[in-house]
Every structure is written in structure tokens, then in C-alpha cells.
């Protein structure tokens, strides 16, 4: 796909706060095989267990869960928890089946990106990923993450403020 396409694909997409109407749009797309075998706990999650995740998410401050919407469409999650003390915050980024590999993840990081360091008092932002996830390791590079630390079945990446203001003056 030439990077032409990709951007027209990926056009027009916004970030909105989750309400209890995505809830099941959420536990649908944190169910879905291929995403889940990325996932920490890889298990399939009940609806009720996951309402009850997403109800007390919702009142958890240092917790913040974006819906990507492609028009009127939702297309996909990114959640930030907040480790306030740590100044930094954790990432987790899930596009509906049928919508990757279109651009979108690299989009929606860009645009999370910069929500998270105007908005939650952070200096650095943490993503985790399992070894084998290409398209994950490509979207997180291609938007200024730095490998930090590798083990055997996880990699953790690293986006720091003062990297990302870095790069802002160089391309502006
Ligand atoms: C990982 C994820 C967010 C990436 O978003 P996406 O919209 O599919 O990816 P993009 O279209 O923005 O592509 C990002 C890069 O990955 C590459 N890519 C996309 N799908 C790929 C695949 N299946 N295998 C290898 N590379 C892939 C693209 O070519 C692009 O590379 P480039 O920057 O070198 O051109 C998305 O695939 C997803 O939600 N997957 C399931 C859940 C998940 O793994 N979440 C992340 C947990 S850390």
C-alpha cells in the first residue's frame, strides 16, 4: 500500500473520551483473537467481568480510554493508565479487525501522543509489547518511540517529552 493510500485511509480520524456506550464495542475488540493473543492476559473476558473493568475504569482518575472514531464510525481503543508519582503514563492501543494496516495505529498514536503530554502532567509514555507484534513495534517506532528494555516474550518502548519537543523543532 503506497503511503499515499495509507493517508487517505487513515484521514479524518478523532479521539472521544469512552462512555458507557462503548462498552461493548470494547469488550467485542478486547475479545477479538488477534489482538488477544498480544494481550498480558490472553484469556476470552465475559461480558459482566468486562462491564464491571469498564465501569470501575471509568471512575479511576488516573485511567483515561479514548474511542477512535473514522467518521461516525468507531474503529478502534487507546488507553492511557497514569502512574501520577512516576510522572509517566502506560500505553495500550487497539484497532478493530478490519480496520489495520491502514494507517490507522500510527495515526491514532500521533494524535494520543500529543493528548497525553498536553493533558496528564507526564514525561514519558510506556508501551509494552509482545515479541512478534510487527505492526505494533512499526506504529510505535514510526512515532518516536525507543526500545528500552527486551526479555525473552516482551519488548517495553519508551516516548519521552523531551524527545518528542526535539523532534517537533526539527521538522518545524
Ligand atoms: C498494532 C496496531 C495498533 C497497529 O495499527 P495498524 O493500524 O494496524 O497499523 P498501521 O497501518 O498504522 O501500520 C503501522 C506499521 O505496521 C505495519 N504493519 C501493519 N500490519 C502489519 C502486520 N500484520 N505485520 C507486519 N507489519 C504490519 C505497516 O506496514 C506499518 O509499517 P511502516 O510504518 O513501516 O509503514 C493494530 O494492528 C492493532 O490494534 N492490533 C491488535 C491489537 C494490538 O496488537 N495492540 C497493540 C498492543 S501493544
Known amino acids: 500500500m503506497t503511503e499515499l493510500v495509507r493517508a487517505e485511509l487513515a484521514g479524518g480520524i478523532t479521539l472521544k473520551p469512552a462512555a458507557m456506550k462503548d462498552c461493548r464495542f470494547l469488550w467485542q475488540w ?14 476470552y473476558v465475559p461480558y459482566p467481568e468486562h462491564k464491571d473493568w469498564f465501569e470501575a475504569s471509568l471512575r479511576n482518575r488516573d485511567r483515561h480510554i479514548f474511542i477512535v472514531f473514522q467518521k461516525n464510525t468507531r474503529v478502534g481503543m487507546v488507553r492511557f493508565d497514569v502512574e501520577p508519582a512516576a510522572r509517566r503514563a502506560n500505553i495500550h492501543i487497539n484497532i478493530s479487525q478490519g480496520h489495520r494496516n491502514q494507517g490507522l495505529g500510527r495515526e491514532v498514536l500521533k494524535k494520543a501522543r500529543r493528548y497525553a503530554f498536553d493533558n496528564l502532567e507526564i514525561d514519558s509514555i510506556i508501551a509494552r509489547i509482545k ?28 516516548l519521552s517529552l523531551r524527545d518528542t519537543l526535539k523532534g517537533t523543532e526539527a521538522s518545524a
Open 30 to 43: 478486547r475479545n477479538d483473537p488477534e489482538a488477544r493473543k498480544y494481550f498480558t492476559n490472553t484469556e
Open 131 to 158: 515479541k512478534g507484534n510487527e505492526a505494533s513495534i512499526k506504529a510505535f517506532t514510526y512515532t518516536g518511540f525507543k526500545l528500552v528494555s527486551d526479555s525473552p516474550d516482551w519488548i517495553t518502548m519508551s
